[in-house]
């Protein structure tokens, strides 16, 4: 397995630097921002489908909704990966 390097790469930055879990939890964060972003847009996606598919004459104001709602997600995503990063670099 590829993962058991990245830890025991990890477990050794911790044990020689005082920040090291500081720079784990910057990834950390940095990866759930994505992660939560692509699951909400997927929602936003698949939910924005399934009502135009009941409702075809509203389909244009669904559509312009989803498109501000994904914006508004991925500038959230994009804040917390910005903050991750900055953290990370406070300490390296």
Request: charged fraction near 10%; proline fraction near 2%; hydrophobic fraction near 55%.
């Amino acid at each position: 397995m590829t993962i058991f390097p990245f830890f025991q790469a990890a477990a050794e930055t911790v044990a020689n630097n005082n920040q090291g879990l500081s720079l784990i939890g910057a990834g950390l964060g940095a990866g759930l921002a994505v992660i939560g972003a692509g699951m909400g847009i997927g929602r936003i996606g698949g939910q924005a489908v399934e009502g135009m598919a009941r409702q075809p004459e509203a389909a244009g104001k669904i559509q312009t909704a989803a498109l501000i709602l994904a914006a508004f997600i991925e500038g959230a995503a994009l804040f917390g990966v910005v903050v991750a990063f900055q953290i990370q670099g406070k300490f390296n």
